[in-house]
């Protein structure tokens, strides 16, 4: 590292991981003590556990938008909008699409991207919720649907128009699939007087794995299952999407689902960028980072969330928000300590849970601390909205979070259709 200038840490990325570096860097770092620069796409950081209510009108994109300029401009740290097109280790270097920025120090943060798993059709009909467009494009979808089945006059044709197919049971997709019900049920009955809610619209839920929820305590996906089954919500578990098509989707064991709308929710896979590093990676693109993060036991490459493979008892820890975001800490304090040539520290996960909402008054939680249980209901429910206004960064989206879900609650969701 060099010694006459002050050492560059460079941040890619501004989500989850990204931004919660910041914060703890912040505490962490002396004034100018090093010049550090995130580098994103966009200039805000998506709170993704809510973009599904973005896409079913609970909430407008701002309020799970936090702008970064807002903690970077309070650290002193620099906020570069722009796509990264390729690291390279060896020359100590990050190429942009507006020049390369040069590093001492580089964490990766860089996030996963959906996988279509070379379905084909994936890619040309079905829309998927990873982004900010997503969720608007899946709103979109839903409301253009509902107006032109409101001008047909044939039933059949639309309970065609109003079939909708969730690929992927896990969270999103269980989340996504009962709000929309709650769209539906709702609010656009009251306002779609020449569609009959209850009987033509049809949401169904597909997964490979034996029960919703697979990565998730059985007891939540019991719960989920129960709640979803009362909603109206198809579940077919053990069914593989084998093809998407213009108004349906194909499974392995031969059935054709009518789907007018497909929504893809199955998982998803590293970028381009962290797949191509000349660092080690595991079989999923990831980079394989130590309990320090560093990346391939370098003392200039931290790689942590999504982006990496850090293990916990032997496995690569999930790609979940929860974890990008307890790893930030340990993250800031690993880059000052390189900063200062003092030792690492090792990281240790401790996981704190799971939340799952299942419409307007129900959601499920599993809790491990201080001690193991599990809710259902109204408890539930409120654990998970409390929990959520607490982790949402920023005052202002805090307050437009709790007014929209009171507008949405005791009125009526958002209508527009302006993507
Ligand atoms: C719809 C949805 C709901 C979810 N719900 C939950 C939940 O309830 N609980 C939970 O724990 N997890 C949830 N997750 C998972 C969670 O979003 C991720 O695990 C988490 O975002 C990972 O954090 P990260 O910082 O690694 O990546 P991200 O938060 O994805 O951040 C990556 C950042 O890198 C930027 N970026 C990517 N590529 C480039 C590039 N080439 N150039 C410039 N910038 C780039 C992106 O714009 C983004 O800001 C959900 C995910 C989705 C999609």
Redesign the pocket.
């Known amino acids: 590292m060099s010694t006459a200038r002050r050492p560059r840490v460079l941040i ?8 919660h570096l910041v914060r703890h860097l912040e505490r962490r770092l002396g004034r100018g003590e090093a010049d550090v620069a995130l ?4 200039n ?3 709170f ?5 209510q973005v896409a079913t009108g609970e909430l407008p994109p701002h309020a799970v938008a936090y702008p970064l300029r807002v903690p970077l401009a309070r650290a002193g740290f620099r906020f570069v909008r ?4 390729a690291i390279d280790v060896e020359a100590h270097a990050v190429r ?1 699409a507006d020049g390369d920025l040069a590093y001492d120090v580089l964490v990766v ?6 996988n279509d798993y070379g379905i084909p059709g994936v890619a040309e009909h079905a829309v998927s ?3 900010m467009e ?2 608007r494009s899946v709103r979109h979808r839903i409301l253009s649907t509902f107006e032109a089945a409101a001008i047909e006059r044939s039933a059949e044709r639309r309970r065609e128009m109003l079939s909708f197919v969730v690929a992927g049971a896990g ?2 997709g269980v ?2 699939s009962a709000s929309m019900r709650d769209l539906i049920d709702h609010t656009l009955r009251g306002i779609y007087p020449t569609i009959d809610v209850r009987r033509e619209p049809s949401i169904t839920l597909v997964d490979g794995a034996d029960r919703i929820l697979p990565a998730m305590d059985a007891r939540l996906a019991a719960i989920a299952a129960r709640r979803l089954d009362r909603l109206g919500v198809r579940m077919l578990v053990r069914t593989v999407v084998s093809e998407i098509g213009p108004t349906s989707v194909r499974t392995k064991d031969g059935r054709t689902l009518p789907a007018h709308t497909a929504i893809w ?1 199955a998982g ?1 896979r590293s ?1 381009p ?1 962290v797949a191509q590093a000349a660092l080690p990676h595991d079989a999923h693109g990831r980079i394989v980072a130590d309990a320090f993060f560093r990346a391939g036991g370098r003392d200039d490459v931290l790689a ?5 493979h850090v293990e916990h008892d032997g496995k690569a820890l ?8 307890l790893e930030a800490p340990a993250v800031a304090e690993n880059v000052a300590r390189l900063l200062r040539r003092e030792p690492l520290r090792p990281y240790r996960y401790r996981r704190k849970g ?3 909402a299942l419409g307007r008054t129900s959601a499920a939680a599993e809790l491990v601390r201080p001690v193991h249980v599990v809710l259902s209901g109204l408890p539930a429910w409120t654990v998970w909205r409390t929990n959520y206004l607490i982790q949402l960064v920023g005052v202002r989206n805090r307050g437009t979070l709790l007014v929209e879900w009171l507008l949405s609650y005791f009125s009526r969701r958002i209508v527009t259709d302006i993507s």
């Open positions: 890619l990325g501004g989500g989850f991981g990204g931004l580098v994103d796409r966009s805000y950081s998506l993704t556990p809510l973009l599904y722009t796509e990264v097109e942009t943060a860089l996030g996963s991207e959906t919720l990873k982004w997503d969720g969270p999103v989340e996504l929710a998803v970028i960028v942590f969330g999504d982006a990496a999930p790609q979940l928000a929860q974890v990008a975001v799971d939340l799952i």
